[in-house]
């Protein structure tokens, strides 16, 4: 699904240069690195505040006890989505608010979330699922409304610009009130191990987050509020440090391929590919995702398995069905699209390193199984 040992040829040489240079000085933990990567980061994305830490689930976790939600809180997300989201709401005993997805870009519905908000909603965790933007504008708005937090999971997205009506553009994860992201190893900026990062523009929100990451320490030795131990560790922040100055070229190229894939599939009307909403710089294509109409998705799978192609299917099981996040609240009638979804989707091989034979071939067999 992805191609790490071709990226990692091409970045060798200051990767290795760095993380020496993080062995020699042994400032495993907060060395410089961290730092030059976080402001490197910040001014990546335009935001004031990115808050470094241990992984994407954390970056969620640590989000929500900064915003103080509590036991018995509504917390609304995706129901077609990783788990970590719904996890860490359980987690910290909030109450998981599962709610369906549009069937176009596989985002959160705002539809869905305006019929799901009751007076215990506290949050809302839209995911910019496959790389896409969710529908912000509108989410915002409906948060507002209802003085709402917005916490966005962008562990899919990262790069990705979302444009608002009146045409500005703001990078995905820096909208709402709090962003996180995964840089675990085959996300767009992936790094060689674990990590992960919290984004606000919001100086007070983000002084209190980094203490949570930290123990809840703000002097040290003193433990202000119950904290975690989560860091991003030198050595990860020298390879994301070096892959953040090529992260546009890393989506870009996968945007090519994602288009090259579509003209291949164009015609074909069992095959629906993904739509890119708004500017072409709204999906990063973290995931190259189709849906198989009137046609058998498992025997296709099968098929490219037979010819040695990975394939993924994100996501087998709606989150509200896993046997961990099952609710008598839940209706089968509001899941309508995500429960038909689970059916349809395929995922094809998608990074930055993928050439057009590759496509070529990936194309011809799934066209030869699905005619
Ligand atoms: C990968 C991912 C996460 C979790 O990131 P980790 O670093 O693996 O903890 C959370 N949400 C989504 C949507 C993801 O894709």
Known sequence: MVDLQTQYKFIKTNVDAGIEQVLNSAQFINGPA?????????????????????NGTDALQIAMMGLGLKPGDEVITADFTYASTVEVIALLGLTPVLVD???????????????AITKKTKAIVPVH??????QMEKIMQIAK???????EDNAQALGANFTYSNGNKVKAGCIGDIGTTSFFPSKNLGCFGDGGAIFTNDDELAHLIRGIANHGMYERYYHDVVGVNSRLDSIQAVVLDEKLKHLDLYNKRRRESA???SEYFENNQKIITPIILGDGDSHVFHQYTLKIIDSDRNALGAHLSKNNIPFGVYYPVPLHLQKAYQDKKYLEVDF????????Q????????ELDNEQIDFISSKVLEFVN
């Open 101 to 115: 997805v549009d069937p176009i870009t596989f985002n959160i519905n705002p539809e869905s979330i305006e019929k």
């Open 129 to 134: 699922l496959f790389g896409q933007v969710a």
């Open 336 to 343: 309508s699209v995500t429960n038909k979804l689970i059916n």
């Open 259 to 261: 288009l090259k894939y």
């Open 34 to 54: 961290v730092k030059s990567f976080q402001k490197n980061l910040e001014s990546y994305l335009g935001v004031k505040n990115v808050i470094p830490c241990a």
């Open 145 to 151: 409304k209802h003085g709402i937090f917005i916490i």
């Open 345 to 352: 989707v395929i995922s094809l091989p998608m990074h930055s």
